[in-house]
Nanobody, 116 residues
C-alpha cells in the first residue's frame, strides 16, 4: 500500500538544526514531485519547500530561504528537509506530500518544536 512516513522531528533550541526524512513506498516514487508542508497550531497549512521528481529543481517559501534545504535520494525513495537556524516560528507539524498530475499522497506528519 502507499505510504509516506515522516521522521526526524523533535524539540530543538532556537538556532539549532534538524533533518526531516520522508520515506515513500507503494508507488513509483521517481514520477512524483515531493513537497514539504507545515501547519502551526491555529494556522493554515503552508508550503515550505518542493523538489521535482529528478531533484533538478527546488523551490522554497520566502520564510525559509537560506535556512532550509530540500533534497531527495531516489535510490532510497526518500526526501529530506535539512532545517538550520531554526526559529520559534518554525514550530509546526511538518507533512510530506507526493504529487503527480491529479494524484496526491500525504504522510501523517512529524512535530517540530523550536523552544528554549
Amino acid at each position: 500500500q502507499v505510504q509516506l512516513v515522516e521522521s526526524g522531528g523533535g524539540l530543538v533550541q532556537p538556532g539549532g538544526s534538524l533533518r526531516l526524512s520522508c520515506a515513500a513506498s507503494g508507488f513509483t516514487f521517481t514520477n512524483y514531485r515531493v513537497n514539504w508542508y507545515r501547519q502551526a497550531l491555529g494556522k493554515e497549512r503552508e508550503l515550505v519547500a518542493g523538489i521535482t521528481n529528478t531533484g533538478g529543481s527546488t523551490n522554497y517559501a520566502d520564510s525559509v530561504k537560506g535556512r532550509f534545504t530540500i533534497s531527495r535520494d531516489n535510490a532510497k525513495n526518500t526526501v529530506y528537509l535539512q532545517m538550520n537556524s531554526l526559529e520559534p516560528e518554525d514550530t509546526a507539524v511538518y507533512y510530506c506530500n507526493a504529487h503527480y498530475f491529479w494524484t496526491d499522497y500525504w504522510g501523517k506528519g512529524t512535530l517540530v518544536t523550536v523552544s528554549s
